[in-house]
C-alpha cells in the first residue's frame, strides 16, 4: 500500500513558476512508476508526465514539454514537478499517481495503483 501527499500548488501568474511535491509514505517506492495527471475545470483527467522506477527515463505530454521537469529521490520517497513558464491553460487540480500495471502505457489511467488527493494549480494572465 502507497499514501500519496501533493503540495506545492499555488496561484500564480502567467510566465511564472510552481514546484509540485508528492510525498509517498509506503514502502518500496523504487518499485513504482510514477506521474502526474491534471483536471482541468470541465475536462477529464489527462496525463502530464511520468518517471520510470529508477528515474532514467522520463515522458511528457506534448503540451508541458520544454516547460514542465519530472525527478524522483527515491531515497526520499518523493516525487517532483518543475512546472516553468506556466500558461493559463495549465491551470488545473494536479494529482500525483503510483503504479504497478508496467504493461500499459505510461499515459493510461489504469496503470495506476494509487492517487493522491490533488494540489490546486490556478494561473492567471
Known amino acids: 500500500q502507497v499514501q500519496l501527499v501533493e503540495s506545492g500548488g499555488g496561484s500564480v501568474q502567467a510566465g511564472g513558476s510552481l514546484r509540485l511535491s508528492c510525498a509517498a509514505s509506503?514502502?518500496?517506492?523504487?518499485?513504482?512508476?510514477m506521474a502526474w495527471f491534471r483536471q482541468a475545470p470541465g475536462k477529464e483527467r489527462r496525463f502530464v508526465s511520468a518517471?520510470?522506477?529508477?528515474?532514467?527515463?522520463?515522458y511528457y505530454a506534448d503540451s508541458v514539454k520544454g516547460r514542465f521537469t519530472i525527478s524522483r529521490d527515491n531515497a526520499k520517497n518523493t516525487v517532483f514537478l518543475q512546472m516553468n513558464s506556466l500558461k493559463p491553460e495549465d491551470t488545473a487540480v494536479y494529482y500525483c499517481?503510483?503504479?504497478?500495471?508496467?504493461?500499459?502505457?505510461?499515459?493510461?489511467?489504469?496503470?495506476?495503483?494509487?492517487w493522491g488527493q490533488g494540489t490546486q494549480v490556478t494561473v492567471s494572465s
Open positions: 499517481a503510483a503504479g504497478t500495471f508496467y504493461g500499459l502505457i505510461y499515459e493510461n489511467l489504469s496503470g495506476y495503483n494509487y
Open positions: 518517471i520510470s522506477r529508477s528515474g532514467g527515463s522520463t
Open positions: 509506503g514502502r518500496a517506492f523504487s518499485n513504482y512508476r
